[in-house]
């Protein structure tokens, strides 16, 4: 009879929080997870201005399969309904966002180039024509949105409170969701102030399934706004261009080329 081989320590206690861990997830309760995601997004709702400092990662995979991540971090000031100011700053793009509730103002800081979109509305609206004619995005937006309880869980298929989990030192409950397209999680700040500490979204549609990831970090509430804290003056030099022509903004640099399903 041959002897039978011995876990090693390490194995043995890998084995051990799997399993645990496998076990809390599928005795997790849908009703918790949308509990929680309820208030979270009531809180955030109910804040007339957030500043908020973030650090994003997005994965992309390339033609040959392989797996790459790209970094950036930044800031957000935001009033309801219809003031934002965002910046963020990775390896390949500097980018500053101001919207004053009629114009949208993107500037291109490393290639000192700005244009200008009109879009009045409110900062739902502002999204959307964002993801529309640029190639610039807002870190989290979905979690942001005055109705986002209702976007967010659209077209859910399973939802998970997998348990509690630590973000930059903050305890949070861990949430995760699934739809036919994506799966994403959210991190809770636990206690009075439910705020959103880390968002992941995964593609299941992407070769891959790649990821998108971000930290939210510094949050404030009632911070103090004025009217020039929404205000756009172009930096000297600075050449205005179409929207069309303001290339390079998102965090994934020129040249690489992304798998597609």
């Known amino acids: 009879m041959k002897p039978i081989a011995k876990l090693s320590r390490s194995t043995a206690l890998a ?26 997004t009531d809180y955030v709702a109910a804040q007339k201005t957030i500043a908020a400092k973030y650090d994003s990662d997005i994965e992309v995979v390339t033609t040959e399969g392989q797996k790459i991540s ?19 700053t990775g390896g390949y793009a500097d980018v500053d966002m101001v919207f004053d509730g009629k114009t949208l103002d993107i500037l291109s800081k490393d290639q000192n180039k700005y244009t200008q979109i009109e879009a009045p509305g ?13 190639d610039a995005d807002l870190p989290a937006a979905d979690l942001f949105a005055s109705g986002a309880y209702a976007e967010l869980t659209r077209d859910l298929i399973s939802a998970k409170h997998i348990g509690q989990g630590v973000i930059n030192g903050v305890e949070c ?5 699934r739809t036919q397209e994506v799966d ?15 968002y992941v979204v995964t593609s299941k549609t992407v070769t891959g399934q790649p990821q998108y990831s971000v930290r939210i970090n510094d949050w404030q509430t009632n911070v103090p706004v004025t009217e020039s804290s929404f205000a756009f003056t172009p930096p000297a030099g600075a050449t205005k261009v179409a929207a069309a022509s303001l290339k390079q903004m998102d965090e ?10």
Not at 21 to 39: E, H, M, R, S
Not at 122 to 134: N, P
Not at 252 to 261: E, H, L, S
């Open 122 to 134: 409110t900062l739902g609206q502002l999204v959307e024509r964002i993801r529309d004619k640029t």
């Open 173 to 177: 409950e861990h949430l995760a969701f």
């Open 15 to 40: 084995t051990v929080l799997v399993l645990s861990t496998a076990a809390a997830a599928q005795g997790a309760n849908p009703d918790d997870a949308k509990d929680i995601l309820k208030k979270m």
């Open 184 to 198: 994403w999680q959210v991190w809770v700040e636990t206690g009075a102030n439910p705020i959103p500490r880390k």
């Open 252 to 261: 994934v640099p020129a040249g690489v080329t992304i798998a597609r399903n």
């Open 70 to 88: 790209f970094n950036s971090s930044g800031q957000l000031l935001m009033q309801r309904p219809d003031k934002l100011r965002v910046s963020r």
